[in-house]
C-alpha cells in the first residue's frame, strides 16, 4: 500500500526520480546536494526539528547526524508522540530560543 507520503514525493520529485534524489535525500553518498552540507567552515547554526509520529522522522535524525559529521553546529530537537506540523507552540518556542541563541552568538 502507498502511503500520502510516497504520493507527496511522487509529486514533488523530477519524473523517475527515487528517494535518493537531492531533494528528497541529502544524505546519500552519490548525491550532488550532499556539498550543501558543506557548511561547517562557516560557523552556521543549523535547527533540525520533528516528532516521533513523523512519518519522515528517520531522515530527519539522519540529516541531523550527517550535518553534524560535516562540522555544523546542529541543534536537534525531536519530541515524542508530535506529528508533522503538529504541536505548533511547542515549536514556536524551540524556533525563537534558536535563532535568539543564534542572534547572540552573532
Same mark, same amino acid.
Not at 548525491?31 to 520533528?50: D, I
Not at 541531523?64 to 553546529?73: D, H, I, L, R
Not at 519530541?79 to 524556533?95: C, N
Given at each position: @500500500?502507498?502511503?500520502?507520503?510516497?504520493? @507527496?514525493?511522487?509529486?514533488?520529485?523530477?519524473?523517475?526520480?527515487?528517494?535518493?534524489?537531492? *531533494?528528497?535525500?541529502?544524505?546519500?553518498?552519490?548525491?550532488?546536494?550532499? &556539498?550543501? /552540507?558543506?557548511?561547517?567552515?562557516?560557523?552556521?547554526?543549523? /535547527?533540525?526539528?520533528?516528532?516521533?509520529?513523523?512519518?519522515?522522522?528517520?531522515?530527519?535524525?539522519?540529516?541531523?547526524?550527517? @550535518?553534524?559529521?560535516?562540522?555544523?553546529?546542529?541543534?536537534?530537537? +525531536?519530541?515524542?508522540?508530535?506529528?508533522?506540523?503538529?504541536?505548533?507552540?511547542?515549536? &514556536? *518556542?524551540?524556533?525563537?530560543? +534558536?535563532? *535568539?541563541?543564534?542572534? @547572540?552568538?552573532?
Amino acid at each position: @500500500m502507498r502511503t500520502l507520503t510516497d504520493l @507527496m514525493w511522487e509529486l514533488s520529485l523530477p519524473i523517475c526520480a527515487d528517494h535518493d534524489h537531492q *531533494y528528497c535525500n541529502p544524505t546519500t553518498d552519490s548525491n550532488p546536494g550532499l &556539498a550543501a /552540507l558543506e557548511v561547517g567552515s562557516l560557523g552556521w547554526r543549523a /535547527l533540525v526539528t520533528g516528532g516521533s509520529g513523523d512519518p519522515l522522522i528517520d531522515r530527519q535524525v539522519k540529516l541531523a547526524k550527517v @550535518m553534524e559529521e560535516k562540522g555544523v553546529s546542529v541543534v536537534g530537537q +525531536f519530541f515524542d508522540g508530535h506529528q508533522h506540523g503538529g504541536r505548533f507552540e511547542s515549536l &514556536a *518556542y524551540v524556533i525563537k530560543d +534558536f535563532v *535568539y541563541v543564534t542572534t @547572540m552568538k552573532g
